[in-house]
């Protein structure tokens, strides 16, 4: 008997995988990738422009996930909230961004835009589930920043998803200088997560419960739980050590926000052959 060629022995072990995994991806709405677990949601990868009922037209925006869901199904993410139309779910985001001489603001979308460029990767095993993307970053027509991602997802167990975030920034002609928001000394930019609407809120880092709002704070990681519709469900972010300025300072909110500040009030210079690598671990519960 004829061996089958090596590459068709590896395109049917990685079929036979992907028969066997939990996990599937589906196209959902026009610009959106949805990943489920056994039939249930995990979460929705927005890859087109995005414009929410109501929401002025330049907040239109991609390249984030929403809705999130805990294990039990419960939605932990906000879209287009009206305080803050800007806020999209799980999203990564400076509100200062130099390059050419000229300030841009990734954060409220103004003078940058991040667009989908391309799927790196789409698997699904019985082990994980991984989507790969690679976004651009443009003022005008000029790409200025080559964004990767990947997100991982794992098995759930009872009670308790894990994903895990590796998110790379590579200047593609002139370095570019990123910045968090200097007013009051608050720094934000960086991972962020706003939540849905909810009910007896509590933040907690590893500092214990946090009693108030508080800006640049360091902690490895910080979590938000509440009553999401009568539900008891949350997040935590960890920081992973080997990510520059470890620990990192939070912007932690209890109306509904947490984000992870790098560079916080100091710079970060993008160049070209040198990617900024952040890496994070985001754990759902209920």
């Known amino acids: 008997m004829r061996k089958a060629p090596a590459a068709t022995f590896a395109l049917l072990l990685a079929a036979a995988a992907s028969a066997r995994s939990p996990f ?4 959902t709405a026009p ?11 995990v979460y929705v990868y927005s890859y087109g422009m995005m414009l929410a009922g109501g929401a002025p037209e330049d907040r239109r925006r991609c390249c984030y996930l929403h809705p999130v869901f805990a294990p039990d199904c419960t939605v932990l993410t906000d879209d287009f909230p009206s305080d803050h139309y800007h806020h999209r779910g799980i999203f990564w985001a400076w509100p200062i961004v130099r390059a050419g001489g000229e300030s841009h603001d990734l954060w409220t979308l103004r003078g940058v835009r991040q667009q989908f460029v391309r799927w790196t990767s789409r698997k699904t095993e019985s082990s994980r589930a991984l989507l790969g993307i690679e976004n651009g970053w443009f003022v005008g027509g000029r790409k200025i920043v080559k964004e990767l991602v990947e997100i991982e997802a794992l098995p759930t167990s009872p009670h308790c998803r894990e994903l895990r975030f590796t998110l790379s920034f590579e200047a593609t002609g002139a370095p570019i200088e990123l910045e968090g928001e200097p007013a009051e000394s608050k720094g934000y930019g960086g991972l962020c997560v706003r939540f849905a609407p909810r009910e007896r809120t509590a933040i907690t880092t590893s500092a214990g419960r946090e009693a108030r709002d508080s800006n640049m704070a360091a902690h ?15 997040m935590r972010i960890d920081i992973d050590p080997n990510n520059p300025g470890f620990p990192s300072g939070w912007c932690l909110r209890h109306y ?28 759902l519960f209920n």
């Open 24 to 27: 599937a991806f589906r196209e």
């Open 31 to 41: 610009g959106s990738i949805e990943l489920t677990e056994n039939g249930k949601p």
């Open 220 to 234: 490895p990681w910080a979590q938000l739980e509440a009553d999401f519709g009568g539900r008891h469900a949350g």
């Open 256 to 283: 509904g926000f947490l984000g992870v500040n790098y560079p916080g009030l100091g710079k970060h210079r993008l160049e070209p052959g040198r990617p900024l690598v952040l890496r994070y671990t985001v754990t």
